[in-house]
């Protein structure tokens, strides 16, 4: 090489590293998390892959695995949790007692039984009574005894409710700062697991927590959840951006979490915040204590959407989404297919995208796919909040027959598998987005 060609090359050098400070200077604030070809060095000098935004693996047919997740909750967690005679899985020697008659409950102490707590749900006129069997009964056999005492009353077990989907799964540390931007107008509900606050996806929204004691426990399932409701980033949109988030984690990392009574009380700050939709992506068996909650909220002019599940279409119905008034959410593929796992029935009210979609991840990579009408149901629940900020009976009556104007569908037939049609399938986050 000549001397002249080697002084133009390291003149071009030098521009182009006072190129790349001055462009580093001016992309360093804000970050922005935007993928690079693979191998490239981005500006803070560390080499950034071409699939660092999204994980790529893809979840199946998720059948069965709802029921091998209850096996394993009850074998790792056996001294707080046992099967009730279906086998769902309950908390052990507790049982709830809705509104129940005083004289009855001082019965009940007198044979050994202890108050664990109480609630009351002012707006819905309805309280709840946790009470601890004595140690010389099963939970069972309490429960019966209960019922024998007092005919008249509702007593039932203390039922843990799962998650009805695939989620991310957890990846580095979770960023745990509460998020308290404006929002916009409206608000939706959620009652899952933990949000990680701390996504970028949640940068500009505004979130109400409940539950926990006030502590932060971020959960794959429910930051996927509230992502498909509210969030948006420049890659994804949830399906109500800008609208206020109530969310109650009803889990707490506990063993026991997800239970009735958490539920309830979650609804039951629902009920006293005015929120007019909430979106509840769990499943389990019938329980008394739901039942009443759900029916009062109906009654009061809110909308719960509630996904499915997906244990498949010959299994039998999963609740809060079978109860009545309920809107269940089955699941459909990107061709607008039911998903094979997804419920079917009379309790599925309507579908929306559930596979081959994308939503937010906590750790590295921040998205990931996700499947399962857990995921079907926000989509709902968030088109249905536009229409219904706060509880109004007429005004959820509307709500759901302008979402059923715009369903697609076959006919004016209700099918078991899409209910009155399939909505939102222009919310599903492709993945061929984030290549």
Known sequence: MNSVHLRRTRLACLLLLCWAGAAQAQLRLPSLNLPQPAGVVGLDGLARPAERLIERSVPGDLRGLRLDSVARLLQRHGALLEADPRGAPVVRREILANSPDPEAL???????????????????????????????LATGEALARLRALDPEGS????????????????????????RGGPGGSGAVGLVDSGVDTGHPVFEDAAIESFGCDGTRHPAPHGTAVAALLVGRSDRFAGAAPGTRLFAADVYCDSPTGGSADKIAGALGWMARSGVGVVNISLVGPPNATLARVVAAMVARGHLLVAAVGNDGPAAPPLYPASYPGVVGVGGV?????????????????????????????????????????????????????????????AGAARAIAALTAQAVREGDRISNATGHGVVGAALRIDPARFR
């Open 106 to 136: 001082r019965t009940a102490l007198g044979l050994g039984f202890q108050v664990v707590r109480e609630e009351r749900y002012e707006e819905l006129g309805e309280s709840l009574v946790v009470l601890r069997a004595p140690a010389h």
């Open 155 to 178: 007593y039932d077990f203390n039922h843990v409710y799962t998650g009805s989907g695939a989620p991310p799964p957890a990846g580095g540390a979770a960023g745990q700062a509460a």
């Open 333 to 393: 593929d990107r061709q607008g297919r039911p998903l094979p796992e997804a419920g079917r029935g009379p309790q599925v009210m309507f579908a929306a995208p559930g596979s081959q979609m994308v939503s937010a991840a906590i750790g590295t990579p921040p998205y990931r796919q996700v499947r399962g009408t857990s995921f079907a149901a926000p989509l709902v629940a968030g088109l249905l909040s536009k229409s219904l900020p706060r509880p109004d009976r």
